[in-house]
């Protein structure tokens, strides 16, 4: 396997845009990385593209928009992690010398299209016919860590509070305004004890990367971002390790982690899955970034802030910087991309050397992502 | 890259089945495949999954049912091309040594999910929006076909009369049925001149394939077949070729024949994309089984009928074994596995070493297939 790097990273601002497509969405998102990486449209080899709800070809689309044509383009559904998983096959596509220089997009326009989401339990998934959508399920699995660890109301709104506060700092995040702990506690009831102001907006946008053999890179940057570790693994059953602990991200996590040579202690900053704060407080110990049942005392102390020592979701996160499905995966390696840059401004880890990006997906009949991604990145 | 091996091939029976879903649908043709192997579940490394409609995480949902869990699932969405799509995936990654066991599977459940395409209008695609389906599209493209090279309605027809002649030898065809050139000339009119019965019906279907390294396919099977070329394009703009040529199924099959080293002259057997009797007649001449304006004088002559020289969808093809979208890719490729088995029964092209699977999908603005994959096999 070659080296493969990252040599330009671009996104929309998220947000609702009733007027807007995925075609200019993702097409806007591919012209912002490819002028990050002062590379040509003509250039691109093959486009890989993550999208849930919008379509047919939803690439070709996007490509026929942009311009580009008569490329391989390949388009990829894996629910939340749909970009991620077409990051993980344009990697492998790269690193294998298939292609030199690809395209990743991820996209989504939500506000037109929830209802394909709706509609998904029409199938045989007995937990969706149970009611047991993502807030539901996510407000089970917070009870058990409460129960278990003796997290608290606060610890988990403070999640919130935090990103937002991340997000006031990131022109591209579809919320940037500071809320306070009372404000999200006092929010309206979701999935008890997830109030609304700790569960992820309903949005639009788009992300896009470029991606080369690292022999190339220093064509388009004198700051390529190595690909370290891109880990991607689907649905297993629990065996044993409780509501509280979700064993898809530590398993893909440890095969990054392995994959890349560093550990969680190396780590400068991290974009995580926070659909939920349940979910960043849960991935935060699965990833390893502090023992079982203390990511709650972690987001107290300040820890997981920006100036903190382990600075989790900078970019606001999915509550704050928004989640249009098909495009959250590669928006969190754009956010990396730039941190490892030294692009990102009043948000910017000073020093930032090393970063991880999680990204879920899916459910089918089993308290678990149905797909889980783990990439390690290096500047 | 590593010579690729399909070891195991099986489908459901395509037809209209409205009380089931795509879940046991692929798991059926999962287990088929399986046994077909003689592989065990426990064996598959990673899966890679074809459907257009069926809402996020299709494939980790048919896994779940299916009993294999903890495997990456990666679900391609490429049209009617998705599973072709997914099995290109699956390719590269055997090829380059990512995985030595992958399952593709290919499905779609019409009957309930029609609506999904339909409502695909609503994004910035100009030609949807003008009404221009895909009937409306190889209408006109017949018109032109007939206008420059005087192709009559008759040899179109004739398209039609022959793949549902080869469907009643089919036990896995939707239609089992013999239909006259009367009865398809004189069916309903649904884009002139393309009458009901020269398009491919609704269905539902599962389609699967298991490929390994070709190092290990001899634990499998005595009988493995060799992918001697995977070619997958996307939409390129014409050329001044003209509404008669599909330039997408010229430069995919030249860059398959260039990869394996063969000619259409060496093909035995052909499952390609006859999604209206347009697109095969097209197809026939763009594949360059016969020089450009002659495949309506072939069908007439028989040459492309089973016992014919070039034989062209012995399955029925999607005219008569139906065409359950994101099926339809890895259900070609199933056919000619067993072709190239000698496993076909009364419709065996006898001796069959070389095949050649052609199938597309989308469109986007433009008049041709958003993607075209080609795929030749030897046995």
């Known amino acids: 396997m070659r080296k493969v790097a990252i040599v330009g990273a671009g996104m929309t601002r998220f947000g609702k845009f009733p007027g807007r497509y995925i075609e200019d969405l993702g097409a806007e998102a591919a012209l912002h990385a490819l002028e990050h990486a002062g590379m040509s449209h003509k250039e691109i080899e093959a486009a890989f593209v993550g999208n849930v709800t919008q379509g047919p070809s939803s690439g070709q689309r996007i490509l026929d928009y942009l311009g580009v044509c008569g490329v391989p383009t390949l388009n990829h559904e894996n629910g939340c992690g749909s970009s991620s998983a077409a990051f993980r096959d344009a990697y492998i596509a790269v690193a294998t010398g298939v292609f030199d220089r690809v395209l990743v997009i991820g996209v989504e326009h939500m506000t037109r299209r929830m209802k394909g989401l709706i509609e998904f339990d029409d199938g045989m998934n007995l937990l969706a016919d149970m009611g047991l959508a993502m807030p539901a399920m996510f407000g089970l ?5 409460m129960d278990e660890y003796g997290t608290t109301a606060e610890q988990l709104a403070q ?5 937002h506060k991340h997000g006031t700092l990131n022109p591209y995040a579809q919320y940037q305004k500071e809320l306070s702990l009372e404000e999200i506690l006092s929010s309206r009831m979701v999935s008890d004890p997830l109030t609304l102001l700790q569960c992820t907006p309903v949005g639009d ?13 220093r064509r388009y940057t004198n700051k390529p971002v190595l690909v370290e570790a891109s880990a991607f693994t689907s649905v297993k059953y629990k065996t044993g390790v409780g509501a509280a602990t979700i064993e898809g991200c530590v398993r893909t996590s440890r095969e990054a982690y392995e994959t890349a040579g560093v550990g969680p202690e190396d780590l400068d900053v991290i974009e995580l899955h926070d659909c939920f704060t349940t979910h960043e407080l849960i991935a935060t110990e ?15 102390e300040g820890v997981t802030a920006l100036g903190g020592k382990i600075p989790v979701n900078p ?20 956010e990396l991309v730039w941190q490892l840059r030294g692009e990102c401004g009043r948000r910017q880890v000073e020093g930032a050397k090393v970063a991880l990006a999680h990204n879920a997906g899916g459910i089918v009949s089993t308290i678990e992502p149905a797909a889980t991604s783990v990439t390690i990145l290096a500047g």
């Open 141 to 145: 699995m917070t009870r058990r860590h």
């Open 159 to 163: 999640i919130s509070v935090k990103n």
């Open 205 to 217: 946008g788009g992300s896009a990367l470029i991606l080369t053999a690292n022999k190339l890179a």
């Open 286 to 300: 699965d990833l390893g970034l502090c023992p079982k049942g203390e990511a709650g005392r972690l987001v107290m």
């Open 315 to 334: 970019s606001g996160g999915l509550l704050s910087k928004g989640h249009p499905l098909g495009a959250t995966g590669a928006a969190q390696i754009v």
